[in-house]
């Protein structure tokens, strides 16, 4: 497996961009579908992107495309989100998670999961 490690997360305001990245080690990153997952207090965990090994094609939740994009660097081992226009409604935590199920949407498709990293966005 890999191991994943989330940053990037912080406080900001609507209508403010935030990036993330996911920094893996372990086995090879390009053989790895990549995407990006989302908790908010009291809910479950959502879908918000995912890209391919190569990173030519991406898929995005309706709630986060044309605001959020998704992309990798399999020469740094890196995956990253980055977040425009952010609205209070995005507030979560946001994992990183790796699989082999071509742009997976579901959480029980990936292996391995980052720590976690909060967002949070006031209005």
């Known amino acids: 497996q890999v191991q994943l490690v989330d940053s990037g997360g912080g406080l900001v305001q609507a209508g403010d961009s935030l990036r993330l990245s996911c920094a893996a080690s372990?086995?090879?990153?390009?053989?790895?579908?990549m995407g990006w997952f989302r908790q908010a207090p009291g809910k479950e965990r959502e879908f918000a992107a995912a890209?391919?090994?190569?990173?030519?094609?991406?898929a995005y939740a309706d709630s986060v495309k044309g605001r959020f994009t998704i992309s990798r660097d399999n020469a740094k081992n890196t995956v990253y989100l980055q977040m425009e226009n952010l609205k209070p409604e995005d507030t979560a935590v946001y994992y990183c998670?790796?699989?082999?199920?071509?742009?997976?949407?579901?959480?029980?498709?990936?292996?391995?999961w980052g720590q976690g990293t909060q967002v949070t966005v006031s209005s």
């Open positions: 890209i391919s090994w190569s990173g030519d094609v991406t």
């Open positions: 998670a790796a699989g082999v199920v071509y742009l997976a949407r579901t959480p029980d498709e990936y292996e391995s």
């Open positions: 372990g086995r090879a990153f390009s053989n790895y579908i």
